[in-house]
């Protein structure tokens, strides 16, 4: 059974400064996703990140792929309020299957 | 309306009533999906439909029953629903072009109550 980790499950920063979210998962798989969920809002879609060493950015966040450690990093830079939020990682399960699984998500707090 | 929407926004039920959760997508996919999202608890997938076929039933009880008339909309009908069912339901689509999971798009979601 594919296990997703992802650590830290919360976490509360100040605005300007960087830090990593990771994720963990249990057996191989060949696609990775991250994904942001607003309170009271509906999951979107942030990065695919589809083979090893891949790496995506867009503004303050990137993403990246060690399919060998079976790991992906989400990376904050120079973080503001606005990417308050709580952040999930999911990961396909080998094989065409349909089904992801996912961790259960950093809730992030950018303090002023 | 664009993407995917869900009906209704919010439901309260009791135990012994039954309801139902419309899902519609508009973005000309083919596979629909059916997640509970519970406090302190990982998204939960419950049902995957692939050109209206059922293709996963990952062991949800039988007081929630999907139906998929066509690859645009899917519903999940409840009945006799037990207080820990609280939670909110979310939609999603996807392309399934044959070579694993596409990206998943999500609907706002419903946040269901039962008393």
């Known amino acids: 059974e594919l296990k997703v980790e992802q650590n830290p499950l919360f976490l509360s920063m100040q605005e300007g400064k960087n830090y990593t979210i990771y994720c963990n998962y249990s057996?191989?798989?060949?696609?990775l996703y991250w994904y942001r969920q607003d309170p009271g809002k509906s999951l979107e879609s942030l990065f695919v990140?589809?083979?090893?060493?891949a790496v995506k950015q867009e503004g303050r966040l990137m993403a990246s792929l060690d399919t060998k450690a079976r790991l992906s990093t989400l990376h904050i830079t120079a973080a503001v309020h606005d990417l308050s939020a709580t952040y999930f990682c999911a990961v396909d399960i080998l094989g065409g299957s349909e089904k992801l699984v996912f961790g259960k998500g950093t809730k992030l707090t950018v303090n002023p | 309306e664009t993407g995917v929407t869900q009906t209704p926004r919010h439901l309260v039920m009791g135990m012994t009533n039954k309801k139902s959760l419309k899902c519609e997508q508009h973005?000309?996919?083919?596979?629909m999906y059916w997640y509970k999202q519970s406090a302190k608890k990982p998204l939960e997938l419950m049902f995957v439909?692939?050109?209206?076929?059922?293709?996963e039933n990952n062991s949800v009880p039988s007081r929630f029953s999907p139906e998929c008339p066509n690859s645009s909309h899917l519903f999940l009908h409840l009945h006799t629903l037990q207080p820990e069912d609280s939670a909110l339901y979310l939609c999603?689509?996807?392309?399934?072009?044959?070579?694993?999971?596409?990206?998943?798009?999500f609907g706002p979601g419903t946040r269901l109550t039962v008393l």
């Open positions: 057996t191989t798989s060949d696609r």
């Open positions: 990140l589809l083979s090893n060493g």
């Open positions: 999603a689509s996807s392309q399934d072009s044959g070579g694993g999971t596409d990206t998943q798009y």
């Open positions: 973005l000309g996919h083919n596979a």
């Open positions: 439909y692939n050109f209206k076929e059922q293709t």
